[in-house]
């Protein structure tokens, strides 16, 4: 009756546990994919589409007829650089001709003038008309030459969804309706011109389109992706994406610890009936079959119940988050989330629990009689473990698709694993040996932690395997995207002032200084082109990388900075010198990655016709996302001052100042002012969405912890009863039995939040160097969160057990 | 029979049970005396109620009804925490399944209920224990690599270590070989007969059965003999 009883609730604790996992499956698959949806869409908005293609040939009708019936919405713009007169001085512009249906993703905003008010528009520029941004904010009002056709110039273009590449980098932007680029005549055969086909629409529609595509584009013909948007928002999209992948992981790998003890616990309550079933012949096959009927019965019972509480948990995220964001989360239409949540169900519960499962049916019949004492062999260890791994690792390739930060979180919780029960079993023994003399209390607990038959080290082992996951989850939550939050916190410079001659530098330093305006040091920029790597010219070089074709056709703002720049960091080769016989170059990793760029590397420029030539010093990473000048080239002083330069530097204007703007462009007409606070405010929008996400996964894993801790309170307590009967038998007072229950627990909180502190800090520092390129600082309050967490849950968890462990009977010791 | 030397006495004692079929009696109307220094073995089928008799007289568990005498304490009038204090030092226990502390060494199994109840030089006394019992060589193996004759033998040092009055025993051969049983027999009759402990014992064994001073059979939760 006791075995059944006991069987039944070791059944019920796996069972609340798998459906935990398929819940927590459900809901996060569910929640990812909307918010994935979200992220898509503001990734789109970078596109101002879904999908785009681009040659530097007009395209056939074909894509555009395909994408109709494919039911998507297209738009078509063509780009191309061409020139017009401010002052009499010629001025390279980048022109893009759109039609009506531009943008697909994302809204263009405009203002009347460059200190006015930003209007989101659907509209483009009339026929007739062009808007330009504020690099000429100057000409706003007034007519402008294009060719054979001149334009006005109503509105001042403050934002523009797909405008690629470093802010100050670019060439002033003027946007015009397509129907009048036919009349500027600038579009003749052999112009260098890009024409771009857009296409918006469903996943699904647009997913079947773009397989279409990749079959029928012609050479010359190029699917452009996130690679070409704007770096700040690139990368703050796919590190929000890792910090979900992240979370997603962490989560499950404390459901899974929770399935893991709990299939335990049911094997060894198990253990009693399968020796009294073999004693009457019945074999092992036989009971195999019974256990395998048992666990389809308990996953098909666990997936539908897991899916239902999945479903509901969605809500109170999609509350948070369209609260936050004033946006409603897109819906998710499809069966995926659900087949997903109830496979890694069945994956964890047959990968934790069969191996448990089959040892059990192995149970030597002889057990009947008395028990056998039977030391883990290395075999069945093995087994448990490497079907574990399989488990874990089916699991997250579901999951993440082979994505490298998913493996390595594997490989990070296999080595907690596998290194955890040795460093505990360590520490207890370690602990024993230091004193013989006396047993009581302190060597008894210990004692207690070692014997293997109530399995306390395991559970340490898993209960510190879900500690760590809530402690990563947590820095990933606090410290890293604190991190990422203080790279670009409130404050920072908002415009750029670029085109500053040099002869107004010091006057616009003094203008600014005057009144108040925080400003950066100025940078003197000098425009270059690549010509030649190693006196290869760059036109014969085969790049492996595409995108390398339009690196070398770019024109570069080269630098000088005395020191390297803020939140850079050399990643090969030194910092720039006047030791060599060749001016230096530092180049930016991405740059050097796409060209295939070595330190020692020998690179020519063209500075209008004059050659530049430059030694690469040093690969540098950037951390674009700062807002600060960032740039791809920096080179020694002498260099630079050889060549026309112009100069740059960042500001922070407050809206009450910016009415000094006008004064300054009136004073210094070459001055053009960029406002990056828009992007700022987008980059940041992001950060603050991920940040909220995270901590639903936090409550989620907080949630999964109960349950393991759960399980392992219930894994001890019958062993735990008896050994209570037995020192009530051997005369201890209800005092004695108290302390050490709760001191067993207490210790094992310490010993649990120790190791989880210390393995939380490695990963931590290993996932923010790695993975998310966030400097790691070491965490007290991790250490103190963990200690005190830990000890604090086990000693109140020990103090509510023995309320009933100390109501024992001391005869349960004569029944068992 | 003198009252002060009265070691357990038992007056009408009876244990009653509630079952989801309604009220069971265990014991009914028990009444029996042991003398210090005397061997009583209770013995009776499965089921007869002889296990909960021996919890009763050894202040385990409470009593329905009726009167229970240990060492001079009137049981039915003390709670578990009092009647832990009267067991502390004066009373030992064997078990049929043993009981030791897996994880702990012999030695450590000794010193368990000498440090429990405060008595000092616990490691010196359970040593000179495991001496007793043949198993000073193996102080330091923990318990669950010992084989069963030797974890009884610990089960017996840590039941003696404190030199109790009264020593308790149910079925202690009962997961023993028939050879280790009797070697376990002989070990708890030669150190009783050195330290002249009372010793209350519940056993099928026939060996054991003959070795007590008196026997007393139960039948269906009645004393049916006593002689």
Known sequence: MKVKRATIHAYWLMFIASVITVSIVTSSQLITDRIGLLLDRQASELLAADLLIESSNEFSSDYRAQAQRDGLQVSQSVSLRSAIFVDDNPSLIALKAVDANYPLRGKLETAGEMTGDRQVTTEIPARGEVWVDSKLASLVGSRLQLGEQSFAASRLITYEPDRGGAIFNLAPRVLMNHEDLASTGLVVPGSRVKYRLMFAGAAADVGRFKIWLMINIKPGEEIQDLENARPEMRRALERTRKFFALAIVLTLVIAMAAIAITARYTATQEAPKVAMLRAFGISQISLLKYYLRQLGALWVTATLVGIAIGWFTQFPLQWVLDGWFGKALPQVNSLRPYLTAALVGLLALAGFSLPYLVNVTATPPMQVLRTVVNSRSWLRGLSISASAIIAVFAVLMLLMQSSLLAVATLALVLACALILPLLLGWMVRALLVSSQRRFWLRQYLLSRLRATSRGAIYVMSGFSLVLIAILLIAVVKDELIGEWQTQLPEGIPNYFLINIRSEDVGGIEAFLRQRGIEASTPYALVRARMTQINAVDVDKIDFRDPRAAHSVTHTFNVTHAEELPDQNQIVAGEWLSDNDDLAQVSVEQGLAERLELEVGDRLTMAVGSQPLEARVSSIRSVLWENFKPNFYLIANAELIESFPQTWLLSALIADSDKADLKQLLQRYPSVTLLDISELMARVRAIVDRASVALQFFFLFALASAVIVLLAAIQTGRHEREVESSLLRALSASSGQLYRVHILEYTLMGALIGFFSAAFATVAGWALSEYFFDIEFQLSARVWIYSLVSATLVFSLAGTLVSRRVYNVSPMKVLRS | ?227
Do not use: W
């Open chain 2, 1 to 227: 029979m003198a009252e002060n030397n009265l070691c357990i006495a038992l007056n009408q004692v009876a244990k009653t049970v509630d079952t989801p079929e309604g009220k069971l009696d265990i014991l009914d109307n028990i009444s029996l005396q042991v003398e210090y220094q005397e061997a009583v073995v209770i013995k009776g089928a499965s089921g007869s109620g002889k296990t909960t008799l021996l919890g009763l007289m050894a202040g385990l568990d409470q009593a329905s009804s009726g009167d229970i005498l240990l060492l001079g304490h009137n049981l039915m009038q003390k709670n578990e925490e009092q009647r832990a204090a009267i067991r502390s030092g004066q009373v030992g226990f064997v078990f049929q399944s043993f009981h030791l502390v897996q994880g702990a060494s012999a030695v450590q199994n000794v010193m368990l209920p000498l440090e429990l109840s405060g008595i000092g030089d616990a490691q010196a006394r359970a040593l000179a224990s495991l001496q007793q019992v043949g198993l000073e060589s193996r102080r330091d193996t923990l318990v669950e690599h010992l084989s069963g004759g030797e974890q009884q033998r610990v089960a017996i040092a840590r039941a003696y270590a404190t030199r109790p009055r009264i020593l308790f025993a149910d079925e202690p051969t009962g997961n023993l070989d028939a050879t280790t049983g009797r070697q376990i027999a002989d070990l708890m009759f030669a150190l009783r007969d050195q330290s002249g402990t009372t010793l209350v014992l519940v056993t099928h064994e026939t060996e054991l059965l003959e070795r007590g001073d008196r026997q007393i059979l139960i039948e269906s939760g009645r004393l049916v003999s006593d002689g």
